[in-house]
């Protein structure tokens, strides 16, 4: 795939002296264990695919359009902002955390949707190859195809290449400022000087890392613990991605999981001419599993941010032996459930049973009556 970077392994580190606990491989192995290629990749690249893929199929697209609310009947029917409506055959609502398709739903069904702060923000930032010549190890850190996981008190940094090897991603996961807005955004710029200053006690490749970052680049946002909603389905308008499931950064799934959102949904929209039997299937499919995955990101966050003393050393003796992972993806009954799930191909195959489920009933049970 053009841009993405497929990653070998994750290396699990300890903060203060790089030392590497363990480590998680992925590529080729993972890929012949669940038959599909692990790659990481810029998101804008990704959305640019996509949206290569919407032209070249003759979907028409509206810029500048925000929906602004469904009918109340939640027929597939939605206002703009402008105040024009606009109708089909389906509304899907894939408008993310700040979705209001996703408050208009729970307020349907009598539920308030809140959200409950983690305490942690995190820093995104890129390192384009040019700043760091000179400097051979933040080189081969940005040449080799591994993911970098330094765990420490109250945070952790995950970093990989991405573009072809050009640029160093990372994501740096800190405490919250204190007093700082609980507004989610991605263009919340953050300071360069406090996040050198939270790090300073780190190794000092990742504080090499962090002094190439150029001036004015660091953007911060403060990550949130969304609560599930009782349901992503109504009538005919259907919630998708981070609109109904928003994925923290621990664990690494948020664009993911979207995905395995759009696979089954075109699969049910394909399997009948039904809309609301279509939507049932892909709620039943999809909400238990997505919601899983969203609150292992508690279990995650809590193993990697731990301070130094015994559960610390716990953790690091476990993530340097052969049972359960503290780290959640390194750990293999986890990926199985990670990855070895294949969401189309099970909407596909157990389509009747499915189907069936969703409609409050099952054909193979027997029942038995008395005469």
């Not at 640019?48 to 609310?69: F, H, K, P, Y």
């Not at 409950?116 to 390192?127: E, F, L, S, V, W």
């Not at 994925?247 to 799934?253: E, F, I, R, S």
Request: contains cysteine; glycine residues 8%; aromatic residues 6%.
């Amino acid at each position: 795939m053009e841009k993405a970077n497929v990653l070998n392994k994750n290396s699990l580190r300890r903060y203060a002296n790089n030392e590497e606990l363990g480590t998680a491989p992925l590529m080729p192995q993972i890929g012949k264990k669940y038959h599909a290629p692990l790659a990481v990749i810029h998101r804008g690249d990704l959305q640019r695919i996509l949206l290569d893929g919407v032209r070249a199929a003759g979907i028409e697209l509206r810029t500048n359009s925000r929906v602004i609310r469904a009918a109340d009947d939640f027929e597939a029917n939605v206002q703009l902002e402008s105040g024009e409506w606009i109708s089909g055959d389906v509304v899907v609502a894939a408008d993310g955390i700040k979705s209001e398709l996703r408050h208009q739903i729970a307020s349907h069904h009598g539920v308030t949707d809140t959200c409950q702060p983690t305490g942690d923000a995190a820093y995104r930032i890129m390192i384009p190859k040019d700043k760091m010549q000179g400097d051979q190890r933040a080189l081969d850190l940005l040449n080799n195809n591994v993911g970098m996981r330094w765990m420490g008190p109250g945070g952790h940094i995950m970093a990989y290449p991405i573009k072809n090897n050009t640029v160093y991603n990372m994501v740096l996961l800190h405490p919250q400022k204190q007093g700082a807005s609980n507004e989610e955004s991605w263009t919340n710029k953050g300071d360069k000087q406090e996040m050198i200053e939270f790090y300073r006690n780190w190794d000092d490749l990742v504080q090499s890392l962090l002094s190439y970052v150029p001036e004015g680049d660091v953007m911060e946002w403060t990550l949130n613990s969304h609560f599930p909603l009782p349901s992503w389905v109504e009538n005919k308008c259907v919630l998708m991605g981070d609109a109904c499931h928003p994925m923290l950064p621990y664990v690494a799934q948020g664009a993911a999981q979207a995905i395995e959102d759009a696979g089954v949904l075109t699969c049910a929209l394909s399997l009948t001419s039904s809309v609301p039997t279509a939507l049932a299937v892909y709620e039943s499919v999809r909400k238990e599993r997505a919601e899983r995955i969203q609150k292992s990101a508690a279990v995650t966050r809590k193993a990697l941010h731990l301070p130094d003393g015994e559960e610390q050393r716990k953790r690091d003796e476990a993530i340097r032996g052969t049972g359960k992972n503290p780290d959640l993806w390194a750990d293999p009954s986890w990926q199985d459930f990670m990855w070895g799930t294949d969401v189309m191909k099970d909407t596909i195959e157990n389509w009747d049973d499915i189907v069936a489920h969703s409609h409050g009933y099952h054909p193979h049970a027997v029942q038995a009556v008395g005469y």
